[in-house]
């Protein structure tokens, strides 16, 4: 999180700066410089939702950061970019603001989910198969 939000930081003040090593092309580096800028918001989020799945995965329970990504991304960021971009007028600037508010999302429902617990009840079988309720006999 340290790293992701001191990242943030440079992103936000120096984002035109970054996009001009690309190009000199002014509406390029006007869209890139906002890209930047408003995808770094939500780089703290981000941190959590990088880490959250990972969490569940380690505790064998692969279904959840499965419905996880599967809703926030594809049933909540995808069709939100379309609407903030086209019915909301927010043109390229809609696409930015899904991708931090699905990611954003995925931290914070990534953090409920954990302190829910259900994935402690998550057991590997000698056999490697992994299940709720697994026996160890």
Same mark, same amino acid.
């Given at each position: 999180?340290?790293?992701?939000?001191?990242?943030?930081?440079?992103?936000?003040?120096?984002?035109?700066?970054?996009?001009?090593?690309?190009?000199?092309?002014?509406?390029?580096?006007?869209?890139? !410089?906002?890209?930047?800028?408003?995808?770094?918001?939500?780089?703290?989020?981000? !941190?959590?939702?990088?880490?959250?799945?990972?969490?569940?995965?380690?505790?064998?329970?692969?279904?959840?950061?499965?419905?996880?990504?599967?809703?926030?991304?594809?049933?909540?960021?995808?069709?939100?970019?379309?609407?903030?971009?086209?019915?909301?007028?927010?043109?390229?600037?809609?696409?930015?603001?899904?991708?931090?508010?699905?990611?954003?999302?995925?931290?914070?429902?990534?953090?409920?989910?954990?302190?829910?617990?259900?994935?402690?009840?998550?057991?590997?079988?000698?056999?490697?198969?992994?299940?709720?309720?697994?026996?160890?006999?």
């Amino acid at each position: 999180m340290v790293f992701l939000a001191c990242m943030s930081v440079i992103y936000i003040v120096f984002c035109e700066s970054f996009v001009r090593l690309f190009t000199d092309e002014q509406r390029v580096v006007a869209v890139g !410089a906002e890209c930047l800028r408003v995808v770094s918001y939500g780089y703290i989020f981000f !941190a959590w939702g990088m880490v959250m799945p990972q969490t569940f995965n380690g505790a064998g329970d692969t279904m959840t950061p499965t419905k996880i990504n599967f809703v926030l991304f594809w049933l909540l960021e995808i069709p939100l970019a379309y609407s903030l971009a086209l019915h909301a007028g927010m043109r390229e600037s809609g696409v930015f603001w899904s991708i931090v508010i699905a990611e954003s999302l995925a931290g914070v429902v990534g953090i409920w989910l954990f302190r829910r617990g259900k994935w402690k009840q998550m057991q590997v079988s000698p056999t490697g198969k992994i299940g709720a309720g697994w026996s160890r006999s």
